[in-house]
């Protein structure tokens, strides 16, 4: 993941997993750019040398495969698989890191050559030197899966200058350079596009398929591909700034922040694997003091079994790549999580509070009435209302710019103020303008005769000069995949609520469309907060659903703070912990449900490694248990949890 954001030309992979963050086990399969058959070849050159040897001793007798020629050969068998870990335990030690796993084989595998078993010897390092081998493949696939996901950008652009085509470095791009962009080509930078039309396929950043055609001057986004014609984009922004370098940078650092379970499991082996070490010991010597036959082989060899079987190996890999893989399925769904952590968290998650404007509802307001008082001209209202909408990024300033039409900038704005959930607020030629809800009204005195509370629409009240001006209905669809968000939140028995700013009728008409468990309308930023508090008050964990920049307290309140509309807003991607970017509420369950998925794999490898090292350690420790058990109990759970951990990856969720 280091190279994700570079712009220089891509080299082959180095693939590296590594469980330095204090678990003790520091584990690096620079694989540069072998092959697999290269990366397998000192296992395969082992195990033939071993077989021959097993048939030797075994099945084709003779008298020169006898004393230091049966020794040459299984150290020539040994090397290959053997040198490596015995390297990587000296620098080890050297660092520090006395007690890594490659000591703990280092000692098991040459403890056996010392008592005779030379097959058993080169048997356990070959095969820890296989499933090393798949280990780090498993890890780099997983690590690869969410890179090639996401590093979508090309590191040539062509942009027109002078009216010529000019392919130049994509880092070189300035603000305000024309880009060509011909069909099937990704876009490098964040623009605006210039040509009348053009269909882009936007899979990269939203999972979706769907082709979105954009018209002129709407934005278009880095790693989106041009579907038809050539397109023309206008470059307006940097391109270490583009939302998809955001993106990159969110995915980089999510493997950085782990997980409760995964911090424990790396404290765990930091403690345990220095404990088995001296029971080993205790294994070996104590039983002189109390068996009256004692052999000091026979525990030797005992002991060297239990600390094979010790090994954490299992533990300490499979469970990142199981948060890896959960990281990268969601990845492929268009939902990004800043980290394991959040896979864990939002598996537990009892409510989700959402917003309702463009979280369950389009967001796109039309404008269905609007209603002046005879005294005021019409027209001219509504010219003063779209010029100060014009100051705000909300929905509703679209739609009245869309209904009222060009916007005059001559006329002469003073003073303009925000007042959160209530409105705005300017001067006009010394008369005071306000526009927003009818709690604006009541918080400057504006007396109206205006039934509000029976108007189902979103109202827009106006007053100009300290008097009641009239208003404007607007209307949001809801979104089509909201009610089947709902259903699948009710069938993981998760509760919903909804709480929003706008009016209550209008949020209590969109809550029982969906069939959500409680809804509030008319409510401040502060008045979410109180009600997302009440809801914790319960002990009860809470997923927050909303744009992720007004809401940011009920975000940072929440349990997981989740953003919708990831391509958006860039603050939206800063704020939450989660961010669906596609704007699809149906995404909310499909996270909820990749996290229960990857909690339950990772616990069920946990459990899996406990269980089958538990009963070998005691078989090993009674003299029940050889190496070849040993083996199993260390590499073949390891590979077992791997194959389990993996299977994440390959799981529908939608």
């Given at each position: 993941m280091e190279e994700c954001c570079s712009t220089k030309p891509k080299k082959k992979e180095q693939h590296t997993h590594d469980h330095s963050e204090g678990d003790g086990h520091d584990h690096s399969h620079d694989t540069g750019d072998k092959t697999p058959f290269q990366m397998?070849?000192?296992?395969?050159?082992?195990?033939?040398?071993?077989?021959?040897?097993?048939?030797?001793?075994?099945?084709?007798?003779?008298?020169?495969?006898?004393?230091?020629?049966?020794?040459?050969?299984?150290?020539?068998?040994?090397a290959p698989v053997g040198l490596p870990v015995l390297k990587e335990a000296y620098e080890s030690i050297i660092k520090g890191d006395v007690f890594s796993e490659f000591f703990l084989m280092g000692i098991a595998t040459v403890g056996a050559f010392v008592i005779g078993e030379y097959p058993e010897g080169v048997a356990v390092m070959l095969f820890y030197s296989v499933g090393e081998v798949f280990q780090g493949m498993a890890v780099s696939r997983a690590k690869g899966n969410i890179k090639a996901l996401l590093d979508q950008r090309p590191d040539e652009v062509t942009i027109i200058e002078a009216s010529q085509p000019k392919t130049i470095k994509a880092k070189e791009t300035k603000i305000g350079d024309i880009i060509q962009l011909k069909p099937g080509e990704k876009l490098a930078l964040d623009g605006e596009l210039m040509?009348?039309?053009?269909?882009?396929?936007?899979?990269?950043?939203?999972?979706?398929?769907?082709?979105?055609?954009?018209?002129?001057?709407?934005?278009?986004?880095?790693?989106?591909?041009?579907?038809?014609s050539i397109a023309l984009v206008k470059v307006n922004t940097a391109y270490e700034d583009s939302k998809l370098s955001k993106i990159l940078e969110l995915v980089q650092n999510a493997t950085a922040q782990k997980a409760p379970t995964e911090l424990f499991i790396r404290k765990f082996a930091?403690?345990?694997?220095?404990?088995?070490?001296?029971?080993a010991i205790g294994i070996c010597l104590l039983p002189y003091f109390f068996v009256d036959d004692y052999q000091f082989r026979d525990w030797l060899y005992r002991a060297l079994i239990?600390?094979?079987?010790?090994?954490?190996?299992?533990?300490?890999?499979?469970?990142?790549?199981?948060?890896?893989?959960?990281?990268?399925?969601?990845?492929?769904?268009?939902?990004?999580?800043?980290?394991?952590?959040?896979?864990?968290?939002?598996?537990?998650?009892?409510?989700?509070?959402m917003d309702k404007t463009g979280t369950m509802t389009e967001g796109v307001f039309k404008v269905q009435e609007v209603s002046i008082n005879p005294e005021f001209n019409k027209d001219e209202i509504l010219k003063l209302v779209n010029v100060l909408e014009s100051k705000s990024t909300h929905p509703v300033a679209t739609a009245i710019h869309n209904y009222a039409g060009e916007i005059d900038h001559s006329i002469p704005l003073e003073n303009v103020e925000e007042i959160a959930g209530h409105g705005l607020k300017a001067s006009v030629n010394g008369k005071e303008l306000l526009v927003g809800n009818f709690k604006l009204m009541d918080k400057f005195n504006i007396s109206y005769d205006t039934n509000h509370a029976n108007i189902v629409y979103t109202l827009i009240a106006i007053a100009y000069d300290k008097k009641f001006a009239g208003y404007i209905t607007i209307a949001d669809s809801i979104k089509s995949d909201a009610k089947e968000t709902v259903d699948n939140l009710h069938r993981m028995g998760v509760k919903a609520t909804m709480l929003s700013g706008d009016k209550s009728t209008v949020v209590k008409y969109v809550a029982d469309q969906l069939g959500i468990d409680s809804a509030f309308g008319d409510l401040l930023p502060e008045d979410k907060v109180n009600k997302?508090?009440?809801?914790?008050?319960?002990?009860?964990?809470?997923?927050?659903?909303?744009?992720?920049?007004?809401?940011?307290?009920?975000?940072?309140?929440?349990?997981?703070?989740?953003?919708?509309?990831?391509?958006?807003s860039d603050a939206t991607i800063e704020t939450a912990d989660v961010v669906i970017q596609d704007d699809k509420p149906s995404k909310i369950p499909m996270a909820i449900n990749i996290g229960k998925q990857t909690k339950k794999i990772v616990w069920q490898n946990i459990v899996l490694a406990f269980a089958v090292k538990a009963v070998v350690l005691v078989l090993g420790a009674g003299g029940l248990a050889t190496m070849w058990e040993a083996v199993f109990a260390d590499v073949g759970v390891a590979m077992l949890a791997i194959l389990n951990a993996v299977r994440i990856q390959r799981m529908k969720f939608g």
């Amino acid at each position: 993941m280091e190279e994700c954001c570079s712009t220089k030309p891509k080299k082959k992979e180095q693939h590296t997993h590594d469980h330095s963050e204090g678990d003790g086990h520091d584990h690096s399969h620079d694989t540069g750019d072998k092959t697999p058959f290269q990366m397998f070849l000192p296992a395969i050159i082992s195990f033939v040398l071993l077989l021959i040897g097993i048939a030797l001793d075994n099945y084709i007798k003779t008298e020169w495969f006898t004393g230091w020629v049966r020794l040459v050969w299984y150290l020539a068998a040994y090397a290959p698989v053997g040198l490596p870990v015995l390297k990587e335990a000296y620098e080890s030690i050297i660092k520090g890191d006395v007690f890594s796993e490659f000591f703990l084989m280092g000692i098991a595998t040459v403890g056996a050559f010392v008592i005779g078993e030379y097959p058993e010897g080169v048997a356990v390092m070959l095969f820890y030197s296989v499933g090393e081998v798949f280990q780090g493949m498993a890890v780099s696939r997983a690590k690869g899966n969410i890179k090639a996901l996401l590093d979508q950008r090309p590191d040539e652009v062509t942009i027109i200058e002078a009216s010529q085509p000019k392919t130049i470095k994509a880092k070189e791009t300035k603000i305000g350079d024309i880009i060509q962009l011909k069909p099937g080509e990704k876009l490098a930078l964040d623009g605006e596009l210039m040509t009348e039309s053009a269909s882009f396929n936007t899979a990269a950043l939203t999972g979706e398929s769907k082709p979105d055609t954009k018209t002129k001057g709407e934005a278009v986004l880095a790693g989106m591909i041009n579907m038809n014609s050539i397109a023309l984009v206008k470059v307006n922004t940097a391109y270490e700034d583009s939302k998809l370098s955001k993106i990159l940078e969110l995915v980089q650092n999510a493997t950085a922040q782990k997980a409760p379970t995964e911090l424990f499991i790396r404290k765990f082996a930091k403690v345990y694997t220095p404990i088995v070490v001296f029971l080993a010991i205790g294994i070996c010597l104590l039983p002189y003091f109390f068996v009256d036959d004692y052999q000091f082989r026979d525990w030797l060899y005992r002991a060297l079994i239990f600390l094979v079987i010790s090994c954490p190996c299992a533990l300490v890999i499979s469970i990142p790549l199981g948060y890896f893989g959960g990281i990268g399925a969601a990845s492929r769904n268009g939902i990004l999580f800043k980290g394991s952590n959040f896979l864990d968290s939002i598996a537990e998650i009892q409510n989700v509070v959402m917003d309702k404007t463009g979280t369950m509802t389009e967001g796109v307001f039309k404008v269905q009435e609007v209603s002046i008082n005879p005294e005021f001209n019409k027209d001219e209202i509504l010219k003063l209302v779209n010029v100060l909408e014009s100051k705000s990024t909300h929905p509703v300033a679209t739609a009245i710019h869309n209904y009222a039409g060009e916007i005059d900038h001559s006329i002469p704005l003073e003073n303009v103020e925000e007042i959160a959930g209530h409105g705005l607020k300017a001067s006009v030629n010394g008369k005071e303008l306000l526009v927003g809800n009818f709690k604006l009204m009541d918080k400057f005195n504006i007396s109206y005769d205006t039934n509000h509370a029976n108007i189902v629409y979103t109202l827009i009240a106006i007053a100009y000069d300290k008097k009641f001006a009239g208003y404007i209905t607007i209307a949001d669809s809801i979104k089509s995949d909201a009610k089947e968000t709902v259903d699948n939140l009710h069938r993981m028995g998760v509760k919903a609520t909804m709480l929003s700013g706008d009016k209550s009728t209008v949020v209590k008409y969109v809550a029982d469309q969906l069939g959500i468990d409680s809804a509030f309308g008319d409510l401040l930023p502060e008045d979410k907060v109180n009600k997302v508090k009440e809801i914790k008050a319960k002990s009860q964990t809470v997923a927050f659903v909303g744009d992720g920049v007004n809401d940011a307290p009920v975000v940072a309140l929440s349990d997981v703070g989740i953003a919708m509309g990831g391509l958006g807003s860039d603050a939206t991607i800063e704020t939450a912990d989660v961010v669906i970017q596609d704007d699809k509420p149906s995404k909310i369950p499909m996270a909820i449900n990749i996290g229960k998925q990857t909690k339950k794999i990772v616990w069920q490898n946990i459990v899996l490694a406990f269980a089958v090292k538990a009963v070998v350690l005691v078989l090993g420790a009674g003299g029940l248990a050889t190496m070849w058990e040993a083996v199993f109990a260390d590499v073949g759970v390891a590979m077992l949890a791997i194959l389990n951990a993996v299977r994440i990856q390959r799981m529908k969720f939608g």
